[in-house]
């Protein structure tokens, strides 16, 4: 597993549920690591193991611990960089939603050797759309449940009044259901092409 996954999960918990708790979670996995380094890679299993011991640990489905980190990609301070990465997806949110079959070779061209899952956003209708996640080869199927919380942060940043649920997963995919009640339903908050200078 890239180092930036997990490194992302460390800075989630730290930041949200404080040092001690990840602390916690490590000791109740004995694990030996209690930081990642963004580029170094790491058994896939140390990643499962963190994602257990945190649902564990605060007594929730991992599938909801899972979506509170992708709304943590988003709106937190420290993860800037990919907000704007997502944000040159269109100025809409629609714009943005149709964009993200592309999100894959968008993060490669940033991090070559993160591999993300096969995307695909189906539509049908006019404000009703679906969107896939391919996890085939995959271990346990997760990546659905972070884009639920990133998807529901994003439509928070352009302002749009979404509802959306994971529908499951399958073999080889993870469904997510989109219905979009209204596109510019508050004001979106403020993005910059650049990030600003301190």
Request: hydrophobic share 45%.
């Amino acid at each position: 597993m890239h180092g930036l996954i997990n490194q992302a999960i460390e800075r989630f918990a730290r930041a949200t549920y404080g040092n001690g708790f990840w602390e916690r979670v490590c000791r109740r996995r004995n694990l030996p690591v209690l930081t990642f380094e963004a580029m170094q890679s790491y058994d896939p299993e140390v990643t499962e193991a963190l994602l257990d011991g945190m649902a564990q640990v605060l007594g929730k489905p991992r599938g909801e611990v899972l979506e509170d980190i992708g709304t943590f990609l988003v709106s937190s301070p420290s993860t800037g960089a990919l907000r704007r990465l997502l944000r040159f997806g269109g100025t809409g949110f629609v714009d943005f939603l149709l964009s993200l079959d592309d999100l894959p070779a968008r993060v490669r061209l940033a991090v070559p050797e993160l591999e993300l899952p096969q995307m695909e956003l189906r539509e049908h209708g006019a404000r009703s759309f679906s969107f896939v996640v391919r996890t085939e080869g995959a271990g346990k199927p997760w990546f659905g449940h972070v884009m639920v919380g990133l998807l529901r942060a994003m439509a928070d940043d352009y302002g749009a009044l979404v509802v959306m649920e994971h529908m499951g997963a399958s073999p080889g995919r993870e469904i997510i259901a989109i219905m979009l009640l209204e596109a510019s339903f508050a004001e979106g908050r403020r993005f910059d092409l650049g990030a600003r200078a301190p």
